[in-house]
């Protein structure tokens, strides 16, 4: 029998609620108390746990022997303060991303966890999803050929982002690139492995000189394949959408929102990789374009090709969002509690997902500011 896991909350903000109210669906915890320098935000869970103990300082969680482990919820410029507090009180932690706003934080944290340990990780939730890990599968078998190109577009929504939201203080927040591309360099380098930042822009809007609310860089991967992240955050919530696409030497995908919930495909290949890919993808519509009686040859790349048809692979919308979302959150716990129980599991992500994804939106980071526009 695996011990209940007794977690507490610190910043109990809307997003924290929404993460919590997936954890306590797993056997075997219990949500024991809250923090939050606002006492109504911590009210709120109360709804999940009538007897929910609600600390009046951080100082007193920490000190509660009851508490097994600390979800972090609070803005990113308290996440290393706070994790590492809670580390030094002998308690494990999940952070939401990013670990730190300094890539030297981030390593002191899973420094220190690694050598007491303890559990450090931060909610890089995008590896859990099916469609991530069958690209993943994809890539890794060649099944499309080389990688070559790819890229991400962001239109995100600020209409909940008033303008004394502190999501547009860099000292905050971190800026786009650190609060909210972690998790993006995260899913790039698992597939792709680790790339080099050759240029970045973080761009002011017109009219608010303390708003940068467009961030972009380029990324060059191994065997000189660039990727174009771009980030807005200038939509109504209405028109919210996301697009990745991936670019291969016979073949191309695109993902839709960011977190993933439709994959389409389109490739020149064999009836074997037709049927690898049906496999990958089960459920997907397969269209045939073209097909001819016998294998057909091209070239591209300098590298003699082979294929007998094209075809176009659609999932459809697999799950809505906020489904698909909430069980990738409930993935990422238990892979975190299960590693707790048996420490020779191999997790998903780790601290080192968290210091990784940060050193490279760092990186963009400062880039950016040596390439700074500000001609609002």
Known sequence: MIPTVNFAVVGAGGFARFAV????????????G???????????????????????????????????LVYIGSPPSLHHEQSL???????????????????????????????????????????????????????????????????FENYASDEFLPAEHWFWEDGLS??????????????????LGTGEVVAAQRLQRPGHPRIRDIAQCEIIYPGNAPVHFYHAFNQPKILDRQELRLQFERGDLTLHEWVPNRLVLQAACTGREEERLKALFPGATVTV?????????????????????????????????????EALIRAMFDDQLNWLA???????????????????????????????????
């Open 85 to 151: 507090a809670a580390l030094k009180a002998g308690k494990h932690v999940i952070c939401e991303k990013p670990a730190a706003i300094d890539v030297r934080q981030a390593r002191e944290l899973r420094q220190y966890a690694d050598e007491n340990g303890l559990l450090f990780v931060v909610n890089l939730m995008q590896r859990y999803n099916p469609l991530y890990a069958a690209v993943a599968t994809l890539i890794n078998e060649r099944l499309l050929g080389e990688f070559v190109h790819g890229f």
């Open 174 to 191: 971190g800026g786009i690139f650190i609060e909210h591309g972690v998790h993006f360099f995260d899913m790039f380098a698992g597939w």
């Open 21 to 32: 109210r997936q954890f306590v669906k797993r056997e075997g915890t219990r949500l024991a």
């Open 34 to 68: 809250v923090y939050d320098n606002n006492p109504e935000s911590s009210r709120l869970l109360r709804s999940l746990n009538p007897k929910l103990q609600i600390y009046a300082t951080l100082d007193a969680l920490l000190a509660d022997p009851a508490v097994d």
């Open 289 to 325: 374009l073209q097909e001819w009686d016998g294998p057909q040859h091209s070239q591209g790349r300098f590298k003699r090709i082979e294929y007998d048809r094209k075809i176009r692979f659609d999932t459809g919308e697999i799950q809505p969002k906020a489904e698909v979302y």
């Open 342 to 376: 048996d420490r020779s599991r191999q997790r998903t992500i780790d601290a080192g997902n968290a210091v990784e994804s940060l050193a490279t939106a760092v990186a963009a980071d400062r880039l950016a500011e040596r390439e700074r526009f500000d001609l609002a």
